[in-house]
């Protein structure tokens, strides 16, 4: 929970991370501040970065470095089932992760599931460039809970990608192993899954226990690492997620994808590199598969 004291300044935006690290963001105007049903929204426009989206006085995008994150969480997975047709975004409400499966004529169908309409809202005010993506025909918006959408949807999909909040309070659910069955009745044999997994270095609790949940319930889990601008250490990590090893890629056969369109970060290379793990993730991932809980960092 951000310290008061903090917010008494004038132009200053917090982000507090543990009791002695956070970051500072200097801002020219405070565009947004809504409170939800869930969760706290603001929208800040800063000189050098452009607007910025925070959600629970955590940053979530800057205009300037969205590509990264953005294009990781779709290109891995979409570049890796290179049949994929239909495809889940769980929360993503401001329609980035949307904005580059789009890219993909192969694709035929979206199915956008965010449980707070503030989100698509306000992002639409102020992020109508990234947003506009959810007006696209092959896209359904449905504002729900991810994880009972999953538990009682009765059609199959290629892709599933879970573009979350850090799962603490209504995102908790998205690291349980109800959810993560629900994804892989839904993905059927050949399906793949990415997930938004927090930061290994400062959250190896959060880190631990979903890759440890997500390994009860599929057989092929690895870690995908995102330099991240912003992010909190930079290092971020995805799950990447199959039942089978068909379009488990962690390497991408060369001609068997093309870009869709121009991109700024993705290619077959970063790919492959995003798959090999520091020692130190390989070690929290030896203690996932033993149990949930973190007892101890190994750094």
Excluded at 29 to 50: C, N, P, W
Aim: hydrophobic share 40%.
């Amino acid at each position: 929970m951000i310290d008061p004291r903090l917010l008494e300044k004038e132009n200053v935006f917090y982000e507090e991370h543990d009791s002695g690290y956070g970051a500072v963001y200097i801002y020219e105007e405070h565009l947004a501040e809504v409170r939800s049903r869930y969760q706290k929204i603001d929208v800040i426009r800063t000189k050098e970065h452009g607007k910025m989206l925070f959600i629970d006085y955590y940053m979530m995008f800057t205009e300037d470095s969205e590509f990264v994150y953005h294009e990781m969480m779709v290109h891995v997975p979409l570049a890796a089932h290179s049949e994929a047709r239909k495809v889940l975004v769980i929360g993503g409400g401001d329609g980035g992760v949307v904005r580059e499966v789009l890219k993909y004529p192969r694709v035929e169908r979206i199915t956008l599931v965010e449980i707070d309409e503030e989100v698509i809202k306000v992002c639409r005010e102020h992020f109508p460039e990234i947003t506009r993506s959810l007006d696209d025909p092959r896209v359904e918006v449905v504002i729900g809970d991810g994880v009972k959408f999953v538990k009682e949807l009765e059609e199959s999909y290629d892709v599933i990608i879970v573009d979350s909040t850090d799962p603490y309070g209504v995102a908790e659910l998205l690291i349980s192993t109800e959810f993560y069955q629900g994804c892989r009745r839904v993905l059927g044999e050949h399906g793949v899954m990415i997930q938004q997994m927090a930061s290994p270095f400062f959250t190896p609790d959060v880190f631990v226990k979903g890759f440890h949940n997500m390994m009860e319930v599929f057989p092929l889990v690895s870690p995908v690492l995102v330099p991240a601008p912003f992010y909190v250490s930079s290092d971020w990590a995805l799950a990447f997620a199959s039942g089978s090893q068909r379009f488990f890629r962690k390497e991408i056969p060369s001609g068997s994808w093309h870009p869709p369109g121009p991109l700024k970060y993705y290619n077959p290379e970063v790919h492959q590199a995003s798959f090999c793990l520091p020692n130190f993730v390989k070690e929290l991932m030896q203690i996932a598969s033993r149990t949930p809980v973190l007892e101890k960092k190994p750094f």
